[in-house]
């Protein structure tokens, strides 16, 4: 039987393994953590207080006749096929790694120092629970949302963050004594032009301040004023930023497999990496050009299972990001590699698709809602919408 070595057990990893069939595979995921993580729920954190629990056991969410191993690997050797964690190896036929992304504050002085009194809400629960603190205990003055770079998790996840972070001071009456600024290393608020012309105008019309071609240089904590390389400053009472994106830390054999920012080059229809015919990389964790997010995670996972399984399937670039623009509604941002960005209005039915999401995850990573989403896809298929929204 195949052996099929899967290394990390979240969105992509899971629906991988529950995809295949333990008769014809013997599959093992391998993961540092015990549990799996709800990402998407710590805007929720965030910016409104949510309680919700987001985890589960991964035991839980693997089906019957799956094997699961909690430990960290180190070291990968695709020369040699092993999979080396602190005290074991375990070799494989074939290999995918599904390990995600992790943030790094290292890379411009004075972020830590921030993102460890304010929090953000790209790393974990606990920053997240610090951004709905230092909300709380914000009575005005200079509030700031920006993206150190331009690779993070969830393209439409930082203004969300503005959006809802408006929303919050609005509610709470602060509204005439604040300003909102989002930065972007991009040339305009969203980085796709088409939903940007559905953003920007929204953004506008609830005084949120757009500061584009800001790539974050340094941070100075005694003036309290964040640079950029481009030589624009902007002074913060509240700073809440996203940190860098970059691959997990484990050892690679050949090293040239990673980029420089560690994520891991793969092809972006098969997922194979580059030079190997057996080890694949899906979701966060590779270097293909499409938005790193649970959708592209799954979509990956479901062509990659079809393609052990012999059969010659191709990963379309498809995207499908929900995207929260406060006040209870929503909108997606929907592409491909072949199909632009639709220009898709907000709605309250889009919102309450996001949250729907959240109460069926758990089950989604099983494939219980598999024909759900088969159905979804078809009827949001970008080509049809880049027909009816111009
Ligand atoms: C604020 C925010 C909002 C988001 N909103 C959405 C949304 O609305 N829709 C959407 O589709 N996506 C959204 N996302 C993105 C989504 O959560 C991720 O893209 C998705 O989880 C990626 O899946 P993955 O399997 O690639 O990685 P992950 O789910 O991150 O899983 C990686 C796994 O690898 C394990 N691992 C890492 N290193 C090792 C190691 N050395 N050894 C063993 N195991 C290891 C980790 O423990 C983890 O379990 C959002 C993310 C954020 C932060």
Not at 28 to 57: C, E, M
Not at 108 to 118: T, V, Y
Not at 166 to 182: A, D, H, M, V, W
Request: hydrophobic residues 35%.
């Amino acid at each position: 039987m195949e052996k099929i070595v899967i290394v990390g057990g979240g969105a992509g990893g899971l629906i991988l393994a529950n995809s295949l069939d333990p008769k014809k595979f013997d599959i093992t995921v391998i993961d540092k953590s015990p549990i799996t993580i709800f990402q998407p729920a710590y805007l929720y954190i965030a910016f409104k207080g949510a309680h919700a629990n987001i985890t589960k056991p991964i035991r839980s969410i693997l089906k019957k006749g799956r094997k699961f191993i909690e430990e960290e690997v180190i070291k990968i050797d695709l020369e040699e096929r092993k999979v080396y964690t602190k005290n074991n190896s375990y070799s494989y036929d074939k290999l995918v790694i599904a390990t995600g992304t992790i943030t790094d504050t290292s890379k411009m002085k004075g972020l830590k120092e921030i993102n460890d009194q304010f929090g953000d809400y790209h790393t974990n629960i606990e920053n997240a629970q610090k951004v709905w603190k230092s909300l709380n205990n914000f009575k005005g003055g200079s509030l700031i949302i920006g993206m150190s770079s331009p690779i993070c998790k969830c393209p439409p996840s930082p203004l969300e963050g503005a959006f809802l972070a408006e929303e919050f001071i609005n509610k709470k009456g602060l509204k005439n004594k604040s300003k909102i600024t989002f930065f972007t290393p991009y040339p305009r608020a969203y980085p796709s032009e088409p939903i940007n012309e559905v953003i920007e105008p929204l953004l506008k019309s609830r005084n949120i301040n757009i500061m584009t071609f800001f790539d974050l240089d340094y941070i100075d904590t005694e003036k309290k004023t964040i640079y950029s390389i481009e030589g624009d400053e902007i002074s913060y009472d509240l700073p809440i930023i996203i940190p860098p994106c970059v691959g997990v830390n484990i050892e690679y054999n050949p090293s040239n497999v990673l980029d420089e920012d560690r994520f891991i080059k793969a092809d972006k229809y098969t997922m194979q990496i580059n030079g190997f015919d057996d080890a694949y990389a899906i979701g966060d964790a590779t270097n293909i050009a499409t938005a790193k997010s649970g959708v592209t995670a799954h979509l990956e996972a479901k062509v990659l299972a079809n393609r052990l399984n012999g059969i010659d399937d191709k990963f379309n670039g498809r995207t499908n990001c929900p995207f929260d623009v406060g006040y209870g509604k929503g909108t997606f941002v929907i592409g491909s590699y072949t199909q632009p960005v639709v220009k898709y209005p907000p709605t309250r039915i889009k919102h309450m698709m996001k949250k729907v999401m959240q109460l069926i995850y758990w089950q989604s990573l099983k494939g219980t809602f598999d024909f759900a989403f088969d159905i979804f896809f078809k009827m949001t298929d970008p080509e049809k919408l880049n027909k009816k929204y111009k």
